[in-house]
């Protein structure tokens, strides 16, 4: 197993990161405590979970998955083993059953958020600490045509999330913070206001980033190169489609895309051609897809890891021997021919 600097702290994490989104929903506790303990006898230290988990979000599981690390490391006793990293989640709609009804970004709901993480954790510190979304309008989850809405002002301003963050942080309850779906401009931001003394410098940010979906690259790959604030990349499957197994409209059992059909942000006739390329580049090459695709996500100079998660410990032995996997020239030649034809299949 590899192993990256977080930003420019003195943390060392695996570049295969444990994602752990399906626990309480897909995946029960004694599933996630197998995951959890294959991976760290695999050599992944660095756990990536969040306060909405499981997904979908509900208020019936809200905080599940938090809930079940920290059995985990109840029953373990492997806090000081894992890089433990969460997420506070932003403002929407639909989780009109977190704080107030209307979960912002602000000193008062991030001191509240933090706390009660870290009694679903059973632990008393944080290693890494993320805004999932930004409060603001911002062209994140996929968003594309931007437009400034000159209106739009009842967000947190930046300045006192992130003095917030700094109070926390010299609490001792977080030790580094980072960003998640946030753009080049609200990353360059949050770094100028750290330059300027007002909070903790972010050492990442967890953004989509997959063969199907490289956009990062267009702005956010130089700032996280230049800013030694790396990509933590979520879905490097493409929500699972990368395998192939949703090829023809086949609908798995069990699998995510079959349990909750609405979740279409990979799929489309573009994706679907894009995806059947990518597979048959792999098979070509003796390689399995999954494990193909993961490995070049975590090959990127701005990578610091790539986040993986199952739903079986099949599924998750498959995804975590992709940290072995040294991908050949001829194989990088012919995904970037592949990517001149297939450049933005979905977002």
């Known amino acids: 197993m590899d192993y990256r600097r977080l930003g420019r702290s003195d943390i060392e994490v695996s570049s295969l990161c444990l994602g752990t989104m399906t626990w309480g929903e897909q995946n029960t506790q004694e599933e996630g405590f197998a995951q959890m303990d294959a991976a760290l006898e695999r050599g992944i230290n660095f756990f990536d979970t969040a306060e909405m988990y499981p997904i979908a979000p509900r208020e019936e599981t809200y905080g599940r998955t938090e809930e079940i690390i920290g059995n985990w490391f109840a029953a373990r006793g492997t806090r000081d083993k894992v890089v433990l990293a969460t997420k506070a989640l932003g403002p929407g709609s639909r989780f009109d059953y977190v704080r107030d009804g209307k979960p912002r970004l602000n000193r008062a709901h991030l001191v509240q958020a933090v706390d009660d993480s870290l009694r679903r954790l059973q632990t008393d510190y944080i290693d890494l600490y993320q805004l999932h979304w930004p409060e603001r309008n911002?062209?994140?989850?996929?968003?594309?045509?931007?437009?400034?809405?000159?209106?739009?002002?009842?967000?947190?301003?930046?300045?006192?999330?992130?003095e917030a963050l700094g109070e926390i942080v010299r609490s001792g309850k977080v030790r580094h913070i980072g960003l998640s779906n946030e753009t080049a401009w609200g990353t360059m931001k949050t770094l100028e206001l750290a330059e300027r003394g007002l909070g903790p410098r972010v050492v990442s940010i967890q953004n989509p980033y997959s063969l199907l979906n490289r956009s990062f690259e267009a702005g956010l790959a130089e700032v996280a190169i230049r800013e030694d604030c790396g990509l933590l990349a979520y879905a490097p499957l493409g929500a699972g489609v990368l395998t192939g197994k949703y090829l023809d409209g086949a609908k798995p059992e069990g699998a995510r895309m079959t349990l909750f059909p609405k979740n279409t942000r990979y799929l489309g006739e573009r994706a679907e051609a894009a995806t059947r390329a990518y597979v048959a580049l792999a098979r070509l090459h003796d390689l399995d897809p999954a494990q193909m695709a993961i490995a070049y996500v975590a090959s990127r100079p701005f990578t610091t890891a790539a986040i993986i998660g199952a739903t079986s410990l099949d599924q998750l032995e498959t995804n975590m021997a992709a940290a072995d996997l040294e991908l050949s020239e001829e194989v990088l030649e012919g995904l970037e021919d592949l990517h001149k034809v297939y450049t933005y299949p979905c977002p």
């Open 138 to 162: 911002a062209n994140f989850f996929g968003k594309l045509g931007y437009q400034h809405d000159p209106s739009d002002t009842d967000w947190t301003p930046l300045e006192e999330t992130l």
